[in-house]
């Protein structure tokens, strides 16, 4: 990511958080931070692609989804956790 024609990349950061946090809409964002909505809108779909590439590594790295941590099944509360990870 780098800085936009009219936001920098802290500043596109700061709006995404802004908006995800809070739940807030694209107008609660262009008030706050007095962008238009097309920028808020525009900068907001660039951090949220970027935050899915970034998932993959950082998220879950290299782990199977299909596989229960062996946390889970040698735990005592085997029988409580187990019906939501069996295949």
Known sequence: MQDGRSINLAEQIAICLFILAKGASYREA?????????SICEYHSKVLDALVTLSADIIRPHQSLEEVTSKLLTNHNKTRYWPYFKV
Do not use: L, R
Request: hydrophobic content about 20%; glycine content about 0%.
């Open 30 to 38: 262009e008030e706050q931070f007095k962008h238009p909505i097309s």
